[in-house]
């Protein structure tokens, strides 16, 4: 505004009344969460933010759908017998190894 030579008209009382009526609605458009001021990039930045918003409504989507489909074929992989315990019977364990213990023997492993 400081860069203008010329001073705009004011405006009538119908134009505020349009003014006031379109920054109603971007208001109600705007996420409860987040408060954007008024300002110049103020549209701008709601566009930005509504497509990111999208996106992550959209990969929750997915992500939720997916594990869906996924999550009960991992259960019944996980439950079957085969996976559990070797041909022998014998369950499946495999004990951790402590690599960065001081050693007492040279078998300190199998403890």
């Known amino acids: 505004m400081?860069?203008?030579?010329?001073?705009?008209?004011l405006p009538t009382r119908a134009?505020?009344?349009?003014?006031?009526?379109?920054?109603?609605?971007?208001?109600?458009k705007?996420?409860?969460y987040k408060v954007y001021m008024n300002e110049a990039p103020r549209k701008n930045k709601l566009e930005a933010y509504g497509e990111l918003n999208d996106y992550y409504l959209r990969f929750l989507q997915n992500f939720l759908?997916?594990?869906?489909?996924?999550?009960?074929?991992?259960?019944?992989?996980?439950?079957?017998?085969?996976?559990?315990?070797?041909?022998?019977?014998v369950p499946l364990y495999r004990?951790?190894?402590?690599?960065?213990?001081?050693t007492h023997s040279h078998n300190h492993y199998r403890f």
């Open 2 to 9: 400081g860069f203008e030579e010329v001073v705009p008209k």
């Open 15 to 28: 134009e505020e009344l349009a003014m006031i009526a379109k920054m109603e609605e971007e208001w109600i």
């Open 30 to 32: 705007q996420p409860s």
């Open 65 to 89: 759908i997916g594990s869906l489909i996924t999550g009960p074929c991992v259960i019944l992989l996980g439950r079957m017998n085969s996976l559990n315990r070797l041909a022998s019977g």
């Open 95 to 102: 004990s951790p190894r402590y690599y960065n213990v001081k």
